[in-house]
Nanobody, 115 residues
């Protein structure tokens, strides 16, 4: 069972860190869904942290990392923009940039970036 946390309201240019606790060592990813839009890939990390991939829209601003001792994956989000506003979902059980790559999904956490 996945549990995501860390969302909130932040001004443009600010930062937030999302966390997702998972059971077991597995590849994990973050996706997001803005109102009226399809869910889109944000970032992913392999089970050992050796590989990471990012959507072009967040490269250089977001960093995905993991602490396997705590079975937790983090998404550090810096230089946030209003267009980053969305519900952010964590996923587990795979690795890649598509939703079908993952077997398990957590509930979302809202991130709102004000201008």
């Amino acid at each position: 069972q996945l549990q995501a946390s860390g969302g909130g309201l932040v001004q443009a240019g600010g930062s937030l860190r999302l966390s997702c606790a998972a059971s077991g060592r597995t590849g994990m990813g973050w996706f997001r869904q803005a109102p009226g839009k399809e869910r889109e890939f944000v970032a992913a990390i392999s089970w050992d942290g050796g590989y990471t991939i990012y959507a072009d829209s967040v490269k250089g601003r977001f960093t995905i990392s993991r602490d396997n001792a705590k079975n937790t994956v983090y998404l550090q989000m810096n230089s946030l923009k209003p267009e980053d506003t969305a519900v952010y979902y964590c996923a587990a059980g795979g690795f890649g940039a598509t939703m079908k790559a993952y077997d398990y999904w957590g509930q979302g956490t809202q991130v709102t970036v004000s201008s």
